[in-house]
């Protein structure tokens, strides 16, 4: 069976469970049970391979204990035992190591949805078919995950924990991250782009053990939601990261912006901050210079706090980032005065669909001198297609015409044409700080003569306004009768 064939058949089973209610609870409950499935995969291993080591999970706990036999404890005796014994003692699980704190943090938010313990041992044992210490089977699964966190889209709002692959793949592409360097995701949903970085890092750069330790030793996440916390923290399991406990259940905004410390800052930020998005009242008291509740605005300013002298970051930001007024141009005055925006890349309104279908920006920026000139790349969608959707996303080679322009890490050689064109300070100081600046290139669609068109406007309202009376008059006749 595929590894396809086998995830649907489980998910099909779940259906089938009066407990459990749409694609966030079943995803929810698919997770936890193939988290505690992959940790254990790789505690035997771990158990082959260092003589001390012990695994975080008590004995009786274990998945090889009460689910790994198919013919094991089932129906009622196997719920009570879920319900009972596994999730109070997982919840409050003793954090005695990291490998443990992932473990809890877990299950902290982690509920058991299903019902009938029957099908619960009919999912527990589809799920037994997979081994994870097994490599081939393990990417298999893992880019089925991937498509498991696009799936979310059709979650509620749980789309807005999923950026699109090619897009977090282009980001890391020219950021370039090395091992060793300190990257942070404050925002960092199912993590999308911490394993494009990693597959990055592990494609050009980790050559040794010590490379691969000092890359996992420089990786810091942090996500507020249970749901995509849970997702990211199994991630990052299946990408071979022993111990995950750096991704933090948390608000990175919760945090007054001057409690941040120099030892805090970080080397690169790569993130999608949720936007549109409110926080709750109170958390505006951290940014006093930026007094607002819109997320995305926050967490730019946060990040530019974040970098180090030198840092660099490639941030996801909405139209409304760019032209928005009031706290908008005080933090976009900041950023431009702190930072050097070197690149904004312009997103059509498909790249997100179908949870998202508004303009999107990919902004790059380094922090410690301020921008003189900003870039600016139009992104358009490939000739044939109107649109991208989720039959025809965006893809990687999508953007290699931009790669090809950049101009390497010192972004020699830019020149201005139909995709691009270059904007100095003074002129975005002249416009208030408006960044949302439209190729001037482009050909300004022909909607023909205001004065024609004036004329036929005429010409449809008096139709219309004729057609109108002519129901009137029918409709006094026939209530006349």
């Known amino acids: 069976m595929s590894m396809r064939t086998l995830v649907k058949s489980i998910q099909d089973t779940m259906r089938k469970d009066v407990g459990v209610d749409g694609d966030a609870q079943r995803l929810s409950q698919l997770v936890w049970m193939f988290f505690l499935k992959i940790i254990d ?7 082959i391979m ?11 706990l274990q998945w090889r204990a009460w689910a790994a036999d198919p013919e094991g404890i089932t129906g009622d005796e196997l719920l009570d035992f879920v319900n009972d014994d596994l999730f109070p003692k997982l919840k409050d699980l003793l954090a005695a190591t ?55 889209q059709n979650a509620g709002n749980a789309g807005e924990y999923y950026t699109p692959r090619a897009v977090t793949s282009f980001m890391v592409q020219q ?38 330790a000092l890359m996992q030793g420089s990786l810091r996440a942090v996500e507020k939601k249970p749901l995509p916390h849970m997702l990211c923290t199994t991630n990052m399991l299946l990408h071979n990261i022993e111990e995950p406990s750096w991704v933090r259940h948390d608000n990175t905004l919760a945090r007054p912006l001057i409690s941040w410390t120099r030892d805090e800052r970080v080397d690169i930020v790569l993130t999608n901050p949720p936007f549109g998005g409110k926080e709750e009242d109170g958390i505006e008291n951290n940014f006093p210079q930026f007094k607002t509740r819109e997320t995305a605005d926050l967490f730019l300013a946060l990040i530019i706090r974040l970098l180090k002298p030198h840092g660099r970051a490639a941030v996801v930001l909405p139209d409304g980032s ?53 870039w600016y790349w139009e992104h358009r ?56 600046i439209k190729n001037p290139r482009q050909e300004v669609e022909d909607h023909g003569d205001p004065e024609v068109l004036l004329a036929d406007l005429r010409k449809t309202e008096t139709s219309v306004e004729s057609l109108r009376a002519k129901l009137k008059a029918i409709l006094t006749e026939a209530l006349a009768r």
């Not at 260092?50 to 009786?60: C, E, G, H, L, V």
Request: include cysteine.
């Open 381 to 436: 969608v490939p000739e044939g297609q109107k649109a991208y959707s989720m039959t025809r996303p965006i893809r990687l080679e999508h953007l290699d015409d931009c790669a090809a322009w950049w101009g390497g890490a010192e972004r020699q050689g830019r020149e201005e044409g139909e995709r691009a064109w270059k904007v100095s300070i003074d002129e975005i100081r002249e416009r208030g700080f408006n960044l949302d």
């Open 175 to 212: 950021i370039d991250p090395h091992p060793g360097e300190i990257l942070m995701d404050p925002a960092c949903g199912t993590g999308g782009f911490l394993t494009c970085a990693m597959r990055h890092m592990r494609e050009r750069y980790v050559k040794r053990p010590e490379d691969e």
């Open 50 to 60: 260092k003589d001390d080591y012990r695994s975080p999970i008590p004995a009786t």
């Open 98 to 152: 990291p490998r443990a704190r992932v473990v809890r943090s877990v299950f902290e938010d982690a509920y058991n949805y299903m019902k009938s313990g029957q099908l619960m041992r009919q999912v527990i044992n589809k799920i037994n078919e997979v081994d994870f210490n097994n490599l081939k089977e393990r990417q298999h699964f893992g880019d089925l995950y991937e498509q498991l966190l696009n799936d979310l």
């Open 41 to 47: 995969d790789q505690d035997q291993s771990l158990e």
């Open 322 to 374: 760019l032209f928005g007024e009031g706290v908008k141009t005080r933090l976009k005055e900041h950023l431009l005065t702190e930072c050097n925006l070197h690149t904004i890349v312009r997103l059509p309104n498909s790249v997100f669909r179908p949870y998202a279908s508004i303009g999107t920006n990919l902004l790059f920026f380094e922090k410690g001198q301020p921008t003189q000139d900003v």
